[in-house]
Each structure stands twice: as C-alpha cells, then as structure tokens.
C-alpha cells in the first residue's frame, strides 16, 4: 500500500496567480509558509520556516484566487507532486508542489470564520487534530455566575 498526503497549515507568502489551461481550467499557484519552533539542547528557543508551492485546479482554484490575500491562513490537503521540464540554458529543472485535493480558508482579520471548498461539496469538514484558536471573553460568551458541582456532571 502507497500513500502521498500532505496536509498544511501555514499563511499565504503571496497573493495566489490564477491561469488557464488549453482544456481552459482554471489554475491556481501560491506559497504557504509554515513555523516551527523549538528549544534547543541548551533550551534556547529556536524557530525556523519552510515555504510550501501550492497548485490548485478547477472551481476551487477560482475560489482561492477570489477570497485568499497574501498574510491569510489556510489548511491545504493534498498530494505531493515534483515536475520537470527543460529549462532555457538546456538544464533539467525540478520542482516540488503539493497539488491540493482540499483547500481550507482560515479566520479573516475581521474575526469572520473561514470558509471551506472542496472537490466533494462546498464545505469541508474539520480536520482531526487541527488546533483552534483560543476564544477570547470579548467574543460575546456569557458566562454562567453560579458555581459548578462536579457531582453534577454525569460522568
């Protein structure tokens, strides 16, 4: 058994280029930077970024070139995918892609939740394991005043 997955979740280093093909597809390319961060054996924190080509086809490449800006949060999931061609000095050139089979708008800067397409539906369900971001008490949450009993809680 094979597997080619990947899934990414980072923020737009450039705002996405939308081309046609012959067949007139749409075709969407932009770059993804992801962070990690670490401490080192001397518990130094360090941090570093890998920077992700992304390709999208089809109505979803029209979406992401619609709504995604340079600096946006996305959740890309697709397949990994290197090419080659020959360049102009005659020399053999490559590069690594992820072709995304799912494309996952973050939250906008207004606070707005994002948006999913996919090839499937139009909405995405959530990814296992993906992190949200932690909800702040201007958000609106009324909060109950009485105290909770533990006993009270069936399990």
């Given at each position: 058994m094979y597997l080619n997955k990947a899934l990414i979740i980072g923020n737009l280093t450039r705002d996405p280029e939308i081309k046609?093909?012959?067949s007139g597809m749409q075709v969407t390319s932009f770059s993804v930077a992801t962070n990690r961060v670490w401490k080192d054996k001397s518990g130094?924190?360090?941090e570093s970024s890998d920077y992700h080509n992304i390709v999208v086809f089809g109505r979803q490449a029209e979406t992401s070139a619609q709504y995604l800006k340079k600096g946006a949060s996305v959740?890309?999931?697709g397949r990994i995918q290197t090419r080659s061609w020959d360049g102009q000095d005659g020399k053999k050139q490559y590069r690594t892609e992820i072709v995304a089979d799912n494309v996952q708008f973050g939250p906008r800067a207004g606070g707005m939740s994002g948006g999913a397409v996919s090839e499937a539906s139009a909405s995405a369900s959530a990814v296992p394991g993906a992190r949200k971001a932690p909800m702040q008490e201007d958000e609106g949450i009324a909060y109950?005043?009485?105290e909770i009993n533990p006993e009270d809680i069936p399990f």
């Open positions: 046609a093909l012959p130094a924190r360090q959740l890309i999931e109950p005043d009485e």
